[in-house]
C-alpha cells in the first residue's frame, strides 16, 4: 500500500463508507487515489468515458487495471514468450492453457499465486488459491486431476514462519483433500528474506476430451448471462488491487481475504462438468480475481460483444449490498456462464441437482459495452474495450542492483574445501537437515495423493505420474523454480528453471510439452526489481524455445516486498509432459544391490548460489551454474530415448545440494527402504572438492542400469552428446554411502543419513501440532 | 453381478470405486445418487469415501438421513453384502449398522500414506479370498480416522470375531508405530454381528491396479463376487 494502508484498505472494503453515509460517494480525487489510480491513469479513464466516472465505474477501472487484471508492467515484457507448437491447444489468456497429451486428450494447467492472502490469513489464503486455480482449469471443461504447491517461507528457526507454513499445509491440503483433488507435487523452500512475504503459488492440472474444450466467450446477443454456484457476499472486495500492493508493516487486511468452501467447490465442479458436457453453454469464467467485473467484461472482450448486468438480480448473501460491492466482491465458488439459447432452464436444473444456485442476471449485448442496472437505473456504462485492453502498461529502464553484482563476484575461494573428510561428510549431513532440502514427508503426507486412482508416482519423486484418463498413457507435472539463482543472475536462473523442470519430467520418462509460469518479484516501479523482471522474463522465453515447451499461460504476482526489501525475483515454471506407456515411468530410488551407478552430464567447478554455500556457510554468492541450454535439450533426448530402450532403472536430477545429495536421495528412496551406494568420481583433478561433491551444475542425472545394459546406455549417450561415466555401484540393504572425488572419501551409514533427512522438518514442527487455524 | 456405488453430494472417491469394480475387477458398476430411493438392482453397495454433505456436522453424520440411506439400511438389514470406505464407514457408523465412530487423528493432522493391515478374519463377504493373518499394503487418506469406541463394545466385537482388519507393521506385528491415528486396538475395520456390513478406513478400491503401486486391496471386491456367484 502506497501509503497509509490501513485507511486505503477501510475505505475500500467498506465499499459503501459505512451504513450512515450515503451510497454512492461522491468521487474526488482522494477517492481516486485511494482507489491506487494515478494521474495518467485518471486521464485515460476520462478518456475511455468521456466523462466523470460514478463510483461503482471507478471501482471496476480500479481493479481492472491493477497488476493483478491489466499486467500494467508484465504485458509488454510478456509479448516476447513463445506461445505457439504443435502441441498448443489454448494458449495464453484464457482461464488455463492446454496441451495435447494424446489419443484425443487435452492436458489443461495453469499456476497462480495466492501470496498476499497467504501472507495475512495463511489457511484460508492458501485454501482459496486451490480453490481458485482449480475453477481455472475446470471453467476450461478438464476435470482437475492434481494440484501442486510451490512454497517460499522464512526460516524455520522463526515462530511467524513455522505458523505460516502449518497453516498453508493445512490451507492446501483441507481444500484439495475434501474436493477430492490429489496434491502430487511442488517445493518447498525456507529463506529468511521470504520472512514477511511468504509465496504460495499452486498449479492444477486436469484433463480434458479434446472436444470438449470451452472458453470464457460471451457470444450471441440476446444469451443469458448467469451467476452460478456460491452467493454472493462482502468478502474479499478489492482483492486483485490488495495483490497489487506492497504488505507493510500494519497488513492485517484480514476482510480482503477470501473464505474457502470445498464443499460448495466440488458440487460446483460436478455441475459445471455437466453444464459443459451437455453442452449447454456458450462459455464459462470463474468469477475470480476482480469478482464478476472482471469475468463479465473478459469474456465480452474476447467475443467482441457487450454485457448488461441488472445488479438486483444477482443472488447475494446478505441484504443492502451496493452495486460497487456486489460488482468486486470475490466471494469463492462462483461462475460466469453464457448459457446457450433456449437452455437456461436446464442450466437451473443440473445445478439444483447439485444442490446450488444459477440465477440469469443479464444478457449478452451488441453495443460493446459493460453495463450495469441497479433497480433500473444505469450505475456503470464502460465500453468492454478500453478497459479490459486499454490498461496503461509500464515500460521501465532496469538497471541492476550493485549489492547483487557485488554478491555475484564474490570471492569463493574459503569455500571450495570442506576441509577433511569428516568436514565434508558433516557437510552433507547439514545439507540434507536443510528444510529446503531435506524429505517433504511432513508436508505431503498431509495431502490426499490416493484419490482418483490415477497416481503412477507421487511426491518425492523428481515429477509426478499420473495415468491420462483410461489411456495406458500418463502425464508428468512438476513445478520448479530457484529465487537464489534468479537473485545473483535473473536471465540464467529463470532459464534455469526451464531447463530443471523439463529435466525432471524427463527424468521420469516424460516428453516436455509446455509451461505455464508465475513470475513472483518485488515492486517493479523500482529500477533493480524491473531489470530483474526483464532478465528473467528474457531468460524463460529463451529457455522455452531451446526446450521446445511453449508458454500457455500463468500469472504475476508482483509488489512482493516489505519495508525489508523485496523478495528474491521468484519465478515457478510449472511443466507437464507425456509418455506413452505408463509402466515405463522410471522412479528416482535404486532398484537393488550391484546395479551400476552412472553419472550423465558435465561437473564443472561451479559452487555459486549453491545450497551447499547457503546451508553450511550462511552465505547467498556467486553465479548460479552455467547452463547451455543445447546441452539441456540433448540431455532431455538422451533420457528419453534411454528410459525408452527400458535401459533406466532408476534417474535423478542433480539440483540442490549437488551428486552427494542426488546419491544420497537415490539411495534413500530405493524401493525396498535404504539401500548403500559405493560411488568414485575420477578425472575430476581440476574441480575443488565442494563442486564434485554439492556443486549444481547444470544437466545433470544419476541414473542406475542393469550391469548388461551399461554398453547400450553408452552408445545412446554417445548418439546424443551427452557424457556418461559409470561412477559406481548400488550397494546392500541398509549399507553406507560411499562417496569419493576431488580427494575427499564420505563413508556415512545410510541409517544416519535417512534420521537427518526425515527428522529435519518434524523435528521443527512438532510443537506445531496443536496449532489450530 | 452389479455393484451400486452410492454417491452424496461430496463423495470424492466414487470414481475410484466404479475404477476398481470395472477395470480392477471386471464386473459392473452403477452410480446410486443420494436422493434416489431405489437401489437399482444392486447386488453389492458400495459406500465411498469423501466428505458426504461438507462433513460439516460431523464425518458421516448427515449422510445417513438421505433418502438413499433408508434403502442401504434395509437392504443390509435383509443380509446385503455393504462395504463403507472411509468416510462409508463413518456413514455405517452413524446409521447405527456398525459398532463405534471414527473420530479426529491422534496428532489431529489429516494423515496420507501406505500402511499394513492384518486381515483378521476371512469370514465377511469383503474378505473371503484373504486368508485370515494375511498382510496387505493399502493407502489411507483421511483426518477422522481413529476407531473408537466403549470397551465393552470393543471387548464384544473382538469376542465375535468381528474386527475385520487391523493396523500391523511390515512383518505384522502391532505396534504403537504401525498405528497411523491412534485407533483402539489398532482396530483399521470392523463387520455388523451378521458380518455382512464391514467398513475399513483404508481404501482397498486405491490399491486394485499394478500402477498404483498396490494390487493388495482387489480382494475386497473378488470376495463379494466370489460369494454371490457361489451363491447365485
Redesign the interface.
Known sequence: MSDGGEADASAVQSGGHGAGEAYPPEVTPELVEEHGLNEREWELLLEALGREPTFAELGVFSAMWSEHCGYQHTRPLLADLPTEGPQVIQGPGENAGVVDAGEGWGVAFKIESHNHPSAVEPYQGAATGVGGILRDVFTMGARPVAVFDSLRFGSLDSPRSRYLLDGVV?GV??YG????VPTLGGETVFDPIYERNPLVNVMCVGFLPKERLIRGEAEGVGNAVMAVGARTGRDGIHGATFASEELDEESDSRPQVQVG????E??LLEASLELIERDLLVGIQDMGAAGLTSSATEMAARSGTGVEIDIDRVPTREPGMTPYEILLSESQERMLVVARPGREEEVREVLDR??LEAATIGRVTDDGRFRVLNAGETVVDIPVEPLVDGCPTYVRDGVESGEVRERRERDLSPYLDPGSDREAEDALLEILDSPSVASRRWI??????????R??AGPGGDAAVI?LA?TRRAVAATVDGNGRYVYLHPRRGAQIAVAEAARNLACVGARPLGITNCLNFGNPEGEAVYHQLEQAVAGLGEACRALDTPVTGGNASLYNETPAGPIYPTPSVGMVGVMDD??DAVPQGFRGSGDDVWLAGTTRDEIGASEYLSACHGVVAGPPPSLDLEEASRLVDFLLAAAGANLVISAHDCSDGGLAVALAESALSARDGPHGVRCVVSGGEELSPAAALFGESQSRVVLSADPDDGPGLRRIADEHGVPLARIGQVGEPGGRLRLSAAGRDLDIAMREIRDVYESALPRRMEDQ??L?T | MKFGIVRF??S??D??CH??VT?GLGARAEYLWHREHDLQGADVILLP???S????LRAGAIARFSPIMREVVDFAERGGPVLGICNGFQVLCEARLLPGALARNE???????HVHVRVETAETPFTSAYGEGEILRL?I?N?EGRYVADETTLDRIEGEDRVVIRYVDEDGGRSDEANPNGSARDIAGVCSAERNVVGVMP?P??A??P??GSTDGLGFLESVLTRTAGAA
Not at chain 1, 468452501?261 to 460448495?264: A, N, Q, V
Not at chain 1, 505431503?444 to 486412482?453: E, G, K, P
Request: net charge negative; glycine share 14%; charged share 25%.
Open positions: 493445512r491440503g483441507d483433500n475434501c474436493v477430492g468452501d470445498p464443499f460448495t466440488k458440487l447439485w444442490e505431503y503426507d498431509q495431502y490426499d495423493t490416493s484419490v482418483q486412482t497416481t503412477v495415468r483410461d505408463l509402466a501440532a496443536g489450530t | 453430494p461430496g470424492n472417491s470414481l475410484d475404477r476398481a477395470e469415501g469423501g466428505f454433505y461438507g462433513d460439516y496428532g489431529l493432522r489429516f494423515q496420507s500414506r493407502p487418506a483426518g481404501h478400491e486405491r486394485s491396479l500402477y498404483l
